[in-house]
């Protein structure tokens, strides 16, 4: 242990007896300012003691012992009976520590004792957050990879810290999330090309295709999958699109293959994302109602658990004759035994989620919206996508979609501090995804393989 000038560290053997009566000022002031470290069987706990310890918070103080050491030593009285930190003497119990570093405090009197019991405990709960600094050290801890749970905030509290300091920024983002630039006639973008976008991955490649899925993780695991696969349903006559609304129908997937091909398509395409999900990842997949047979059945075939069913409940209704359609599924798969990240606690730390989700369908946010409605026909709300991946990953980690469409799910991590890993097959719809984030973070897009911005390629293919 680290030794102060003004602090000692001194051995104490049991043997030696102590006096009762109270020593002079000089005598006090060294005794109190003696860390001494004792054995753990010899503190007793205060049968006073009103601070209550749940299991996760007695191993996050065991984690910050282990990160930081034991900084902060255990308060006592003259007969080792606990003053403050029976929290630390039980993590250093589940540290296996045998000895911790204990003050004894022999000028109070039985009355201040009970007293500083309570202050102790209550006067930092007093006080407050600068909410912009915190965010700023939070994001600055994670950027240098620093393990953010340990300074005691839950991941939940983390996400909402830096939500809130990044809604109340007037920099960066010129483009609302959910805007889609309109595609363009001829795309730049190649089957098999992979662009850096910041932190993030897009790849114009196959499901389908497992060594996709390996050249775009790059020997990196998925925390969480948030995919929308085509619903084996035309889009003509089946999405809403009338008029002046024009939708492209899907490169596969879109009414033309059988129950039996398309539970083969979805058992395929989600084994492949299974195949580079980390044990006890979360996977979110999108699915229309026609085909939630299908879905189920692939699904079990491919991971380990249905952790529930989520309700899309959208503003208005959409298409449909036998009732229109107001809502859309969202099956939520667990791959794996491990332990899975859930962040919401059942409300204990401000996120209240259920398994109905209320957002507006992009069909009712108005008419100046036609174009964004036409380059993708079953495009999902940023906030909803967000959502669902503050609910079970981290910042930081990543996020995959292999049917990345037009890049909701990577706006959404990179609005939550995500890092996206998407696989698109359409060449226009790769293009529009790069738009679409070069407009809202105001970076570029950067082609793997030459280096050459998404920018100077376009030129090019305009000569």
């Known amino acids: 242990m680290s030794r102060k000038s003004e602090t000692q560290v001194v051995p104490r053997g049991r043997g030696t007896s102590r006096a009762r009566q109270l020593p002079d000022k000089g005598e006090l002031a060294q005794r109190d300012r003696a860390l001494v470290e004792l054995p753990i069987g010899e503190l007793s706990p205060s049968p006073r003691n009103a601070r209550t310890h749940s299991r996760k918070q007695i191993r996050q103080i065991a984690d910050s012992i282990a990160r930081f050491g034991f900084t902060n030593p255990v308060l006592i009285d003259d007969d080792d009976q606990i003053i403050a930190g029976h929290g630390r003497v039980e993590a250093a119990k589940?540290?296996?520590?045998?000895?911790?570093?204990?003050?004894?405090?022999?000028?109070?009197?039985?009355?201040?004792?009970?007293?500083?019991?309570?202050?102790?405990?209550?006067?930092?709960?007093?006080?407050?957050?600068?909410?912009?600094?915190?965010?700023?050290?939070?994001?600055?801890?994670?950027?240098?990879?620093?393990?953010?749970?340990?300074?005691?905030?839950?991941?939940?509290?983390?996400?909402l810290t830096l939500d809130a300091a990044s809604e109340a920024s007037v920099e960066g983002r010129d483009a609302p999330e959910d805007q889609i630039p309109e595609p363009q006639a001829r795309p730049v973008t190649r089957r098999g090309d992979l662009w850096l976008l910041g932190e993030h991955r897009l790849l114009c490649g196959d499901a389908q295709v497992s060594d996709d899925f390996e050249k775009l993780l790059d020997g990196r695991q998925a925390e969480?999958?948030?995919?929308?696969?085509?619903?084996?349903?035309?889009?003509?006559?089946?999405?809403?699109?009338?008029?002046?609304?024009?939708?492209r129908e899907f490169a596969f997937a879109s009414g033309e293959m059988s129950e039996d091909e398309f539970t083969r398509f979805l058992a395929v395409?989600?084994?492949?994302?299974?195949?580079?999900?980390?044990?006890?990842?979360?996977?979110?997949?999108?699915?229309?109602?026609?085909?939630?047979?299908?879905?189920?059945?692939?699904?079990?075939?491919?991971?380990?658990?249905?952790?529930?069913?989520?309700?899309?409940?959208?503003?208005?209704?959409?298409?449909?004759?036998?009732?229109?359609?107001?809502?859309e599924?969202?099956?939520?798969?667990?791959?794996?035994r491990g332990e899975h990240t859930n962040t919401f606690g059942l409300g204990d730390t401000g996120r209240y989620r259920t398994n109905v989700w209320d957002h507006a369908g992009i069909s009712s946010i108005g008419r100046e919206r036609a174009e964004e409605l036409a380059m993708h026909p079953t495009v999902k709300p940023v906030a909803l996508v967000a959502d669902a991946i503050q609910d079970c990953s981290r910042r930081g980690e990543i996020v995959l979609d292999c049917f990345a469409g037009s890049g909701s799910t990577l706006i959404a991590a990179e609005k939550t501090g995500?890092?996206?890993?998407?696989?698109?097959?359409?060449?226009?719809?790769?293009?529009?995804?790069?738009?679409?984030?070069?407009?809202?973070?105001?970076?570029?897009?950067?082609?793997?393989?030459?280096?050459e911005t998404f920018e100077a390629l376009e030129e090019k293919a305009d000569v």
């Not at 939070?138 to 991941?155: C, H, R, V």
């Not at 969480?224 to 939708?247: A, E, M, Q, S, W």
């Not at 696989?423 to 105001?442: K, Q, V």
Request: charged residues 25%.
């Open 94 to 159: 589940l540290l296996g520590l045998k000895t911790v570093p204990t003050l004894t405090l022999s000028h109070m009197t039985p009355e201040e004792r009970r007293a500083y019991m309570l202050a102790d405990n209550k006067l930092a709960l007093n006080a407050g957050w600068d909410p912009q600094i915190l965010a700023i050290e939070m994001q600055e801890l994670i950027d240098l990879d620093f393990d953010i749970e340990l300074t005691g905030f839950s991941l939940a509290e983390i996400d």
């Open 224 to 247: 969480l999958v948030f995919t929308d696969p085509p619903y084996n349903v035309r889009i003509d006559g089946n999405v809403c699109g009338k008029g002046d609304v024009k939708h």
């Open 269 to 327: 395409t989600l084994g492949n994302a299974a195949g580079v999900m980390r044990d006890g990842a979360i996977a979110f997949v999108c699915m229309d109602w026609r085909h939630m047979r299908e879905l189920l059945s692939a699904g079990e075939a491919v991971f380990t658990e249905l952790k529930n069913l989520v309700v899309w409940n959208k503003t208005n209704g959409g298409m449909g004759t036998f009732y229109r359609s107001k809502h």
């Open 329 to 336: 599924l969202i099956f939520v798969f667990k791959h794996g």
């Open 418 to 451: 995500r890092r996206a890993r998407l696989i698109e097959y359409d060449p226009l719809y790769c293009d529009t995804i790069i738009r679409r984030w070069e407009a809202y973070t105001g970076r570029a897009a950067v082609h793997q393989a030459s280096g």
